[in-house]
């Protein structure tokens, strides 16, 4: 590709700054397309420490506050994990899931006598062949599920993928950004496997609004003291990248429509009040 579309770039665009800035722009977008993402090496355990199931998974969404609440999370004492994003049923998606591939995920959860661990990778939840998977490595884990209004979420996703890749996004990005807000089928895949009283689902409105009230219902939720207020908490974590996203119109009705549809399926989950989404609320 860089030769045909390098030779191209040379005759048809005028002026060196700009072959330069298109040369640079193919060069990170080739470097995206070799680029083999490993999972990362799990931390060291101390001789006095356990390891073993993750104690809580965050498992969604994207672009919903997610660093925002681990990094609360994290900063409790009785809390030992600082990790977020692990991606590892992402990494493993080809291999047989078997007690190998359980044991390694394990070796990313150690922890001292009296403290818990986890992790929080917001993708999750979207990925069909994760929840099974996640429950065979950790049955018993407290699972997290953050969401927002999904056309916010939409915009907000959109800007951050044309900020990554420059502009040059491939058309399946953007489906994955319209899917990540549909929740309802979701949350419903995830109860095929963790039962009702294992998942909290909290919505990033809620947590604006009263971010200790909601933060000590999730301490609760995953067993540890709720008293607890981070210094930070009211701190803003990754507010935005890039420039704003001129975004069309009939893309967002699209969206629309499909997230309308969705939220029918969500009157299952009191818990979840679509007053805070009014764009949308299904008609009554």
Not at 22 to 27: G, L, P, Y
Not at 144 to 152: C, G, S, Y
Request: glycine share 6%; charged share 25%; with cysteine.
């Amino acid at each position: 590709m860089s030769s045909r579309l390098g030779r191209y770039v040379k005759s048809a665009m005028p002026g060196a700054k700009l072959r330069e800035q298109m040369q640079d722009r193919i060069q990170r977008l080739e470097k995206l397309e070799r680029q083999i993402v490993a999972p990362r090496v799990p931390p060291r355990c101390p001789p006095d420490w356990k390891i073993g199931a993750p104690d809580y998974v965050g498992v969604g969404t994207a672009k919903a506050g997610t660093t925002w609440w681990n990094r609360a999370i994290s900063a409790h004492p009785q809390v030992q994990s600082r990790r977020k994003e692990l991606h590892f049923f992402q990494h493993h998606w080809n291999d047989e899931f078997t007690e190998l591939q359980i044991a390694q995920y394990h070796q990313y959860f150690p922890r001292p006598e009296g403290k818990i661990s986890g992790e929080w990778t917001p993708r999750y939840m979207l990925d069909p062949w994760t929840p099974q998977r996640l429950h065979k490595a950790a049955p018993d884990a407290r699972v997290l599920v953050l969401l927002r209004d999904p056309i916010a979420r939409l915009r907000s996703g959109l800007r951050y993928l044309a900020f990554r890749y420059s502009g040059q996004m491939h058309p399946r990005l953007v489906d994955e950004a319209i899917a990540f807000g549909q929740y309802g089928d979701q949350l419903e895949r995830l109860t095929r496997h963790f039962p009702r009283a294992q998942i909290l689902v909290l919505q990033l409105e809620r947590c604006i609004a009263d971010p200790e009230g909601e933060l000590a219902r999730t301490f609760e939720f995953i067993g540890v003291d709720r008293s607890f207020v981070p210094d930070d908490l009211h701190d803003p974590v990754n507010e935005g990248q890039g420039r704003e996203l001129s975004i069309p119109s009939d893309l967002i009705e699209c969206a629309r429509e499909l997230y309308v549809a969705d939220a029918r399926s969500l009157s299952d989950w009191p818990e979840i009040d679509l007053a805070f989404w009014p764009g949308v609320t299904p008609a009554r």
